[in-house]
């Protein structure tokens, strides 16, 4: 028995347009033949094994799409919700302090939401064999069989042979320059660092404790405010955000003497690119990865995503095109990693395309902003069942609402009324109104806003939405 415990924090800057501030990669469906998410998928990957419920370490702008991703899967889990990035030390002793006070001191298995496994029959014979060591109380970490002496990934050196295919850690290895990394290949006693641990709580917390005492405080001070709020864990925020800001290798791993490695060869990839994410797609004969709408004429070795408008390519090799609703992104697939340039550009200018898409989720459901101009605003809005807004008012805008399908009750000014499909509802400025669906499909309405300013921050909510 091990407790799942699931860091889905992160920016995934690298797979812009697709992934967005407040809806990174982790949230995405990136495989063409499967529907589940990233996060889904981790979760997917140890369906079968004597696991209980899960942790999941997230954060206050992706707590809604956590539960409802969650919820979709059919699966329950603990939401630890981080009140900063501190980076992953901090984020597992959260979750090693909730296994520990939920629990009789379990086996920690502690997977990033972000990566993509191909087979996972060997990567679940490697869960096994760490489970072994850490019961035993080792801090196993899992180093991945390497495939190419790759420049982007950091190294750990095996040492002697503690049985059950694992070794003593002897060394870990920043991103090493090429000629290196092809050394490391070579030797065969070198591994990428995957970044996933498993290990019980309390040696853990031992370790932490002795290595990065400040960590371990500030965590431990942090966990004592825990409030449960529906379904998520929040920590004490003022004690959290005094906790210093590091990586769970520097400060546990590469100190500790017992810490071991695991190989696993399973096809594993971090997917920090897109040619990473090309690498490891299904390709046609001319290698191509093909997601979407898209009509190719003498095109070789490209990743074209088109989920909302047809894509055509003629006489072009190794690029990447990526269509969204808001956003195309055309690159070579040899200089990806300068995306991320891309991505400092739009949040220098506060471009909404840095933060999030058009269309954007919501605790209730989600808003599409289909049209809009200097005094003008069209959102297709979408309530779940049972779901309802917050109790709001505008000081600067009116609205508009016609219901495409579905009921929608609305409240406005203190009286309720149902409205039905092909009816519309005005609500004029200073106008307190919220709209629930009380029914058992989802409620599709068009919103038409209009006034002299119409930003996000001219929102007066008088109860937060359900």
Known sequence: MFVPVIMAGGSGSRLWPLSRSAFPKQFLALDNHNSLTMLQSTLDRIDGMTSSEAIIISNEDHRFVVAEQLRTYGQRARIVLEPAGRNTAPAIALAAMQAV??????????????????????????IRKAQVVAEAGKLATFGIVPTAPETGYGYIKRGANQG????????????????????????????????????KASVFLEELQKYSPEIYKCCSKATEGTVEDMDFIRVAKSDFLKCPDDSVDYAVMERTDKAVVVPMDAGWSDVGSWSALWEVSEKDDAGNV???????????????????????????????????????????????????KIVEHLKAENRAEYREHREVYRPWGKSDAIDGGDRYKVNR????????????????????????????KVSSNGKEQIITENQSLYIPVGVSHMVENPGKMPLELIEIQSGSYLNEDDVVRLEESK
């Open 290 to 340: 093909i997601h979407g709408d898209a009509i190719i004429e003498d095109t070789e070795g490209c990743y074209i995503y088109a989920p909302n408008k047809l894509v055509a390519s003629v006489g072009v090799k190794d690029i990447v095109v990526v269509e969204t609703k808001d956003a195309v992104l055309v690159a070579n697939k040899d200089n990806v990693q300068q995306v991320k």
């Open 164 to 199: 059950n295919d694992a070794y003593v850690v002897d060394q870990f290895v920043e991103k090493p320059q090429l000629e290196v990394a092809e050394q490391y290949v070579a030797s065969g006693e070198y591994y990428w660092n995957s970044g996933c641990f498993m290990f």
């Open 101 to 126: 006070i939920h629990g009789d001191d379990p086996v920690m298995l502690v997977l990033a939401a972000d990566h993509v496994v191909q087979n996972t029959e060997a990567f679940q014979n490697s």
């Open 381 to 408: 809005i979408t309530v779940q069942p049972g779901k309802k807004q917050s109790l709001q008012m505008h000081y600067h805008r009116a609205e508009h609402w016609v219901v495409v399908s579905g009921t929608a």
